[in-house]
């Protein structure tokens, strides 16, 4: 039986201050990717990836794209303050 695979949905803050919301498998590796420019979002190229102020983890791939969009639609101030809350 193989191991069943831990979503992530993330929101890191880049060094001009906007947000940006994603969801992986691996955290650590698609911050690197994000800040070093390979295979991360093209959203970091105007300012870079500074650090992830929000993380929780979802079963599987769909619920934490669900996750990820419902994040996404929210506003900036409804955004700090979920990432308060964690």
Do not use: C, P
């Amino acid at each position: 039986m193989t191991k069943a695979t831990e979503w992530i949905v993330y929101i890191i803050e880049a060094d001009n201050g906007h947000l940006y919301t994603g969801i992986t498998t691996d955290l650590a590796r698609r911050l690197t990717e994000h800040k070093q420019h390979k295979g991360g979002a093209r959203f970091f190229h105007t300012s870079a990836a500074n650090k992830v102020v929000y993380q929780e983890t979802a079963t599987d791939r769909s619920s934490a794209s669900k996750r990820e969009a419902a994040i996404k639609k929210l506003h900036r101030k409804a955004k700090l303050a979920l990432i308060a809350t964690s």
